[in-house]
């Protein structure tokens, strides 16, 4: 009998696990869209002190079209790292303008390597590892916004929005 209730125990101690783990890594970043050269990306905004902070790192990773919007105050000098993220990404560093300064490929390397902003920005823009090659975005290419914040199930192509 002992044994008949370890099997179901363990069944649903691993459920409930998972489940932890699971929330733990949900988000609830807003989602907006975003025109950069000739292409539109979905991207997660993150804005808030903890938002910024731990950026994509409570993420699953990104697919082709999405990306990771990082807001900050005006004439912010941040300093990026892959941390937690195991995956490469590409980044770009976008001024008050949208105006982009400088496009970094980050990859995973021992010791965490720093990723340092050329200039003061406003905004930081992570896809998926060489997302802006493949599209042909470079320095000096621009990043529009429509500012429209997507509601639950909208996405910047079935929508229109883009």
Avoid at 12 to 25: D, K, T, Y
Avoid at 39 to 55: S, Y
Wanted: glycine content about 8%.
């Amino acid at each position: 009998m002992k044994i008949f209730r370890a099997c179901l125990l363990i069944p649903i101690l691993l459920v409930v696990l998972l489940s932890i783990r699971l929330a733990a890594r949900k988000t609830d970043f807003q989602r907006t869209c975003l025109q950069v050269g000739n292409e539109t990306i979905e991207a997660m905004v993150a804005k808030t002190a903890k938002e910024l902070e731990n950026g994509l790192s409570v993420v699953d990773g990104l697919k082709d079209g999405q990306g990771m919007l990082f807001v900050f105050e005006k004439g912010a000098r941040p300093i990026f790292h892959l941390g937690r993220v195991s995956s490469p990404l590409s980044i770009a560093f976008v001024n008050e303008k949208g105006k982009i300064l400088k496009i970094e490929n980050m990859v995973p390397k021992k010791g965490d390597p720093l990723y340092v902003v050329p200039e003061r920005i406003r905004y930081a823009l992570e896809v998926p590892f060489g997302w802006f090659e493949k599209n042909r975005v470079k320095a000096g290419s621009r990043i529009k916004g429509n500012r429209k914040i997507l509601k639950d199930g909208e996405t910047c192509f079935r929508e229109g929005i883009a």
